[in-house]
C-alpha cells in the first residue's frame, strides 16, 4: 500500500512535501516523494489522504485508564491529601466490571486523538486479561504497600504473574510516600532479571516535598495516620530520598540494578535535586504532564534545567480524575503556551521519538523510516509552511490512522 500525503512529517529529517509511505504488513517499506515512490512501487495500491499531514502515531508516556471513568467527578482540592481522599472515595463506589468498561472506554478515546501507543498505569493487573486494546500498550503494574511494607515481595510477584504474559510490561511502585524501599528494591530486581521498564511518581507535590524535607504538613499527618512507618522523612527531598536509599545500597543511581525508569511529574524540585539528577540523565526519561499540573496548581515545571541535563522529556496525560480528555494534542497546546520558546517541532519530539526512547523503541517507533512499525496518523493542515504548528494546534478527533499496517475504523 502506498500512502499519499500533502506532507509527511517523518520526524527524522525535514517534512516531504508531496511525500508517500509504503506500507508492507505491519512496516515501512519506503519513504519519499510522491512521483518516485509511485514509480517505484507501481504495483501498489494508493490512499490519498489529500491536503493532509501523516506523522507517526502519538505516544502517551503516562496515563491512568483505570479512572476514565472519573471525569469531572473530583472538583479541586485545597491539599493533594485531600484530592487523594476524594479519589479514594469514588474508587470505592466502583466494581471490576466498572474498571474493566473504564479502561476499555479510555482506549477508545486515546485511539481517537491519535494515540497509537500507551504507557498505562493499572492498579488492578488481575483485570487485564479481561481487556483487549485497540492500541499498543505497555501495561505497568501500580504497587502500594503503605500499609504492609512486609508483603512488598507477595505484591510484586502477583503483579508480575499477571502481566508477564503481555507484549509490553513494567512495574510502577506508585511513589516514595507510598511505596517502601523494599518494594522499590524489589521491583529493580525483578526488572533487572526480566528486562522491563520501570515508572514511578516522583516530586509530584508541595506536601510531598514538606512531608519529606520537614516531617510535617497534610501528606504526612494523613499517612501518619494511615500506620505509615514516617521514620524516612530525615530532612532528604523526595528526589534525594529516591536516588540515595541508604537501606537498598545496591540500588542507588550508577548502581548494578535496572533503574532504567520513567520518572513521572518532578514538579517540586529543589536547586540541590539538580546536582544529584545531573548523573542521572542518561538513566531516567522524565515524564511532564502539563494539563494535570495545572489541575493541582503545582510549581512551575523545570523543563528548560531538566533539558539542560540531558534529560528525554516525554509529555503524558495522566488520568481524568485531574484532566478533561486524553488528547496529546491539548497536553502540547498547554506546553506550548507554558514554554512558548521551544518549537513547535520539539514539542512534538515530546510525544513521538522521545517516549519511543523511554520505551526502548527507538528503532522502531516514533518515526516514518524505512523498516519502523507503521503506525500512522494524518491531521489537516491550513499552511504547508508552517507544518509543526498546524500540528501542535490540531484539536479535533482524528479521521484517519493507522496501526501496525491496520487502517483503523
Known sequence: MIIRARSVVTMDGPPIENGAVVVLGDRIADVGKFPEISNRHSDHETTDLGEQVLLPGLINA???LDYTCLRRRISRQKTFPDWIRAINAEKAKLSADDYVA???EGFLEAKRFGTTTIANLTAFPELVSRIEPPIRTWWFAELIDVRDPSCAEEIVDSAVGQLESQEHWGLAPHAPFTASANL???CEEIANRKNVLLTTHLAESREEME???DAKGALYEFLKETGRDMSDCVKETPIGRFLDRGDCPQSH???SMNRQYLLVHLNEVRANDFDLLEKSANSFSVVYCPRSHDYFGHSAFQFQKLRE?????CLGTDSLASNEDLSLFAE???FQSESPNVAPDKILQMVTTNPAGALRQESSLGKI????IADLIAVPISKPQSVFEDIVAFDQPLGWSMIGGQILA
Open 102 to 104: 473504564s479502561i476499555s
Open 253 to 255: 543511581a550508577g548502581g
Open 62 to 64: 503516562h496515563c491512568h
Open 369 to 372: 523510516r524505512q523498516d519502523f
Open 309 to 313: 541535563l540531558g534529560f528525554n522529556i
Open 184 to 186: 522499590y528494591r524489589y
Open 211 to 213: 512531608m519529606f524535607l
Open 332 to 334: 502540547m497546546q498547554t
